[in-house]
């Protein structure tokens, strides 16, 4: 009883505590028409930290610095294709949710249909081999044991 009215005065002062700890909203951005800008290319481009995620929805530190240091080159006049341009030489291609198509990224872009198209030729050939398969008629020994087996459990039933 004493561990349980410890833990619920822990958790209390924890839930009090919340609103306390809870930071702030950010600020609305002053400039919309770079925030629409910032927010589309960063659509685009993948968290660093996060992976699975693009850089318009990381909360990752990394992301944040990414997406103010776009904004920074928006605001000093680059366009989209540039920015993509430096972080795509700073990052690599990694950065970007939509690769180019290149040499060496030929099996991401083709390598789903490949996948695809042989697992339906193996089940074509699964498929084609079951139907050639032809059930082999029941010797007359094995024919006798089945109607035993039959009809010993027709017997056991009734």
């Not at 481009?45 to 776009?70: P, T």
């Not at 079951?130 to 008629?137: E, I, K, N, S, T």
Request: net charge neutral.
């Amino acid at each position: 009883m004493r561990k349980f009215i410890l833990l619920a005065g822990l958790l209390l002062c924890t839930g009090l505590a919340a609103p306390v700890l809870a930071k702030e909203a950010a600020p609305a951005a002053e400039d919309q028409a770079l925030e629409a800008r910032v927010h589309a290319i960063a659509e685009d481009l993948r968290c660093l930290v996060c992976q699975n995620q693009n850089l318009a929805d990381s909360h990752a530190e990394l992301a944040i610095d990414l997406k103010n240091e776009i904004r920074e080159m928006f605001r000093k006049g680059m366009t989209e294709q540039q920015v993509t341009d430096f972080l795509v030489q700073r990052y690599g291609d990694f950065v970007l949710y939509r690769p180019p198509v290149k040499s060496n990224t030929w099996l991401l872009w083709i390598g789903p249909f490949l996948l695809l198209a042989g697992g339906l030729g193996v089940l074509f050939v699964k498929l084609r081999k079951r139907r050639q398969q032809v059930a082999a008629p029941l010797s007359v020994e094995e024919r006798a044991a089945a109607e035993r087996l039959l009809d010993s459990n027709g017997k056991e039933g009734a």
